[in-house]
């Protein structure tokens, strides 16, 4: 830890705190409802979401001994997921005696008030998580992260008396309010620009596709699916060729199977609603692909991307066959009417989207560094507060 104020302490977490398992909900009556808080109702910088609650019959012995207070700080124990750490917390500030936690987390309560304040504590817990620090004590089992919990409790506190402790709550809640104001007008921002371009085309391809002439993909591409062959994880050898499946690059490989450019077309995945990722996008160069992706060959290049573009501009439900596992079969896929202009209109129209791409993602890489700016500020302010030098 660095080196505190004289007026200031540095205490273990455990000797300033209880801590509570969360909650089960037992087989023996009496049973009371009562409203479980779960990791899924943590947001960012430890606020908490009274959204989905969930209410569940407990028994009220269990529910006694677990039953949330004002002040009490609720902690990510386990969960989380393979990329999310563990750690999180969230202060319940409310006045109401039927919320408990569920078993995924822990409650940390404060044990003197008069020496300690709450508010305090959740910000210094909010900055273990934000600055890696719990990242670094936790373990992975079967899938789920467990946060090291006896490692965790020997964490030092950095602790000034009460009424900075409260002066520094104060300013930090000011701060970083104006912070996450400021993170709230980037963010709008940045899916602005990222709406510029959909806008664009969906006015000028989808929009004017009643005006042109409609095509099938069999009468202006070569479909070459049958010269894709899938490779297990296990027998793929590394390399620098891409290997392709639904959403784009897997892996990368040793040999190719083909040296040009093509466009390929998801063809299964929940991506074929959800539209998290383009369902088509161009490959140049060497690649393999795997069956997860149709592959097409065009003569010519503007009439590549003018189709790339129409298909991520439009809906594929209709075409899409399968509910649990959703696909986008060769035969399906042929039946899809393109609006096919003629062949200035497409350069025109794929020269113009070229431009307004890259400009909405430079736009989108600025407000993307203005976002991570306002994460930087929030940490060497939060590193400031407890290193006693805050002003």
Request: zero cysteines.
């Amino acid at each position: 830890m660095d080196v505190l104020k004289d007026s200031w302490q540095a205490r273990s977490l455990e000797t300033i705190a209880t801590f509570s398992n969360g909650l089960w909900k037992g087989k023996k009556g009496p049973f009371r409802r009562v409203k479980v808080l779960r990791n899924t109702n943590f947001r960012p910088h430890g606020i908490i979401s009274f959204e989905d609650v969930a209410e569940i019959d407990v028994e009220s012995r269990q529910f006694q001994k677990r039953q949330l207070r004002r002040g009490d700080i609720i902690l990510e124990r386990s969960g989380g997921g393979p990329k999310q750490p563990v750690g999180r917390v969230v202060l319940f500030e409310l006045e109401d005696d039927n919320y408990s936690f569920s078993n995924f987390t822990s409650v940390i309560r404060v044990i003197d008030q008069s020496r300690l304040d709450p508010r305090y504590l959740h910000q210094v817990l909010n900055w273990w998580y934000t600055a890696g620090r719990t990242e670094r004590i936790q373990s992975r089992s079967t899938g789920i992260r467990n946060l090291d919990f006896n490692a965790y409790k020997q964490l030092l506190v950095p602790l000034p008396p009460l009424e900075e402790q409260r002066r520094i709550v104060a300013i930090l809640d000011k701060v970083i309010e104006d912070l996450d104001r400021a993170h709230v007008y980037v963010e709008a921002n940045l899916r602005d620009t990222k709406e510029l371009f959909d806008s664009f085309i969906a006015a000028t391809v989808s929009g004017n596709s009643q005006y042109w002439p409609h095509v099938t993909l069999p009468e202006i591409a070569q479909n070459l699916d049958r010269a894709r062959v899938p490779i297990t994880k296990k027998n793929r050898k590394p390399g620098d060729v891409p290997y392709y499946g639904a959403s784009g690059v897997v892996d990368y490989v040793e040999d190719f199977l083909f040296d040009e450019d093509l466009l390929l077309v998801s063809e299964d995945g929940a991506n074929l609603l959800a539209r998290t990722y383009p369902i088509a996008f161009s490959i140049s160069g060497k690649s393999w692909v795997n069956n997860h992706a149709h592959v097409l060959r065009f003569e010519e290049s503007f009439a590549q991307e003018f189709v790339r573009l129409y298909l991520n501009s439009m809906s594929l439900e209709p075409y899409v066959s399968g509910m649990a596992q959703p696909k986008l079969n060769q035969t399906a896929l042929n039946q899809i009417p393109i609006p096919f202009p003629d062949e200035a209109r497409r350069t025109e129209i794929v020269n113009r989207a070229n431009s307004i791409f890259a400009e909405s993602d430079r736009l989108a890489k600025a407000y993307q560094g203005s976002i991570e700016d306002l994460g930087n500020i929030r940490q060497s302010l939060l590193q400031t507060a407890f290193a006693g030098e805050l002003t």
